[in-house]
């Protein structure tokens, strides 16, 4: 079963920020918080990840809860092809393959109008 | 940087025939890659971890010897759906982990329609 509980939608109006809220309350010390989207009949994209500090790149930024437990993925400026199923994730980021793996819960479909 | 690739992007096979489905790292290598399906409206769901020369480990409840990996190189690995049927109808995607690297990558997904 998926670590992570998310809204099942979200709409947001294009140009403004989109706050993606993702619970991990269980998430232990070695994992990270990932998150990708999915257009839809499409590979999922990288977005970004975290551990405990806020991170920014060129697509969004992640804010974690100083306890961890929960994070939100910010779009700041959001636009029609940012619609989307953005899932949030927790895996550990050592070992092995099999200790890497992405368990998927059923994400956050977002739509952006105009 | 980051590619990864997957051949064919779609295909339509009779029931009982077996596929090859190709998963490429385009611009690194791979030690790790998986492979996931998704039924419509659903999520992805994980059917195996497969790491460079050794032996794929599967998910319960799928099949290893009908979804046969090899993962031969670190650039490649395949996905064969042997005596496909009907039911194996989804959306088959793969993703690619670099050594020592945070991230999967993931191709675009392989369409598989079984008559």
């Given amino acids: 079963d998926a670590k992570t509980t998310q809204p099942p939608s979200m709409d947001c109006a294009e140009g403004r920020a989109a706050n993606l809220p993702c619970n991990h309350s269980t ?12 257009i839809h009949s499409q590979g999922p994209q990288y977005i970004i990840h975290g551990l405990k500090n ?9 804010i974690i809860t100083e306890d961890r437990k929960s994070s939100t993925l910010i779009l700041p400026h959001a636009t029609l092809r940012d619609t989307a199923v953005y899932y949030c994730i ?9 200790n ?15 | ?6 051949h064919p992007s779609w295909v339509i096979c009779k029931s009982g025939t077996s596929v090859k489905i190709e998963c490429r790292s385009l611009d690194f290598q791979a ?30 409840g799928v099949e290893k010897d009908k979804f046969l990996i090899n993962h031969a190189s670190l650039t490649l690995s395949t996905l064969t759906v042997t005596s496909a049927h009907p039911e194996d109808s989804s959306f088959y995607i ?6 020592g690297a945070h991230t999967q990558y993931f191709g675009p997904g392989t369409r598989l329609t079984v008559l």
């Fill in chain 1, 90 to 98: 927790v895996s550990s980021a050592v070992g092995a393959g099999n």
């Fill in chain 1, 100 to 114: 890497r793996k992405l368990i998927w819960g059923l994400g956050t479909s977002l739509a952006v109008n105009p």
């Fill in chain 1, 27 to 38: 998430i232990s010390g070695n994992e990270y918080v990932y998150w990708y989207r999915q």
């Fill in chain 1, 54 to 62: 806020n991170e920014t790149n060129e697509m969004a930024s992640l």
């Fill in chain 2, 94 to 99: 793969c993703s690619a982990l670099r050594s």
């Fill in chain 2, 1 to 6: 940087g980051a590619v990864v690739s997957q």
């Fill in chain 2, 31 to 60: 030690t790790t890659m998986f492979w996931y399906r998704q039924f419509p409206k659903q999520s992805l769901m994980l059917m195996a971890t497969s790491n460079e020369g050794s032996k794929a480990t599967y998910e319960q």
